[in-house]
C-alpha cells in the first residue's frame, strides 16, 4: 500500500511540474507596452489571451510619461 502511495505522490509532483513548466510570460500591451500614447485597448489585449495559473504578466512604461500607478489583482 505505501508503494501505491508514492506512486500517486510522484505522479501528482510529475503533474504540477509540466504545468509550471507550460507557464508563460505575458507584456502587457505586446510591443506597444504600458503607454496612455496611442488607441491600445487592453481590455481586448487581455480577452485574447488564456492566462493559466504559473502565468507572469509584466508591464514596461515608457519612462517620460511612467507614474506610479496601483495594480488591483483580481480572481
Known amino acids: 500500500m505505501a508503494f501505491v502511495e508514492k506512486a500517486v505522490v510522484l505522479l501528482m509532483v510529475i503533474m ?3 504545468e509550471v513548466s507550460n507557464a508563460a510570460e505575458y507584456k502587457v500591451g505586446d510591443s506597444a507596452g504600458w ?3 496611442g488607441d491600445i485597448n487592453y ?6 489571451k488564456k492566462f493559466k495559473i504559473g ?3 509584466s508591464h514596461a512604461m515608457h519612462q517620460p510619461l511612467s507614474q506610479p500607478s496601483p495594480v488591483a489583482m483580481t480572481p
Open 55 to 57: 502565468d507572469t504578466i
Open 43 to 48: 481590455k481586448k489585449w487581455a480577452a485574447e
Open 16 to 18: 504540477v511540474a509540466a
Open 35 to 37: 503607454t496612455t500614447i
